[in-house]
C-alpha cells in the first residue's frame, strides 16, 4: 500500500488551486506520471530535495517531494 495515499497527494498538489478553477491533477494518472517522472531524474543524478533519503528507493523519495509539496505539477499551460 502506497502511503501517503493517492487521494491525499491529490489533495496536496490541488492546495494551491482557487476554488472555482479546474484542479491541476484530477486523476490517479497524473500522480503516477509526475512521480515517475521524478524518479528518472533522481536515477540519473539530479539531487534530491528532500533530507534522509539513504536507503530509499527514486520513487519513494519521488512520492515523499511530491507530498512535502517540494515538486509541482504543471498543467499544459504552464
Known amino acids: 500500500m502506497l502511503h501517503p495515499s493517492y487521494t491525499d497527494l491529490m489533495r496536496v498538489v490541488n492546495s494551491e488551486v482557487d476554488e472555482g478553477e479546474a484542479p491541476v491533477v484530477s486523476s490517479r494518472y497524473s500522480i503516477v506520471m509526475a512521480t515517475s517522472k521524478r524518479a528518472r531524474q533522481i536515477i540519473a543524478g539530479d539531487e534530491t530535495l528532500i533530507g534522509n533519503c539513504?536507503?530509499?528507493k527514486p520513487?519513494?523519495?519521488?512520492?515523499?517531494?511530491?507530498?512535502?509539496a517540494q515538486i509541482k505539477i504543471l498543467n499544459n499551460e504552464e
Open 59 to 68: 520513487l519513494s523519495i519521488a512520492v515523499e517531494e511530491l507530498n512535502q
Open 54 to 56: 539513504r536507503g530509499k
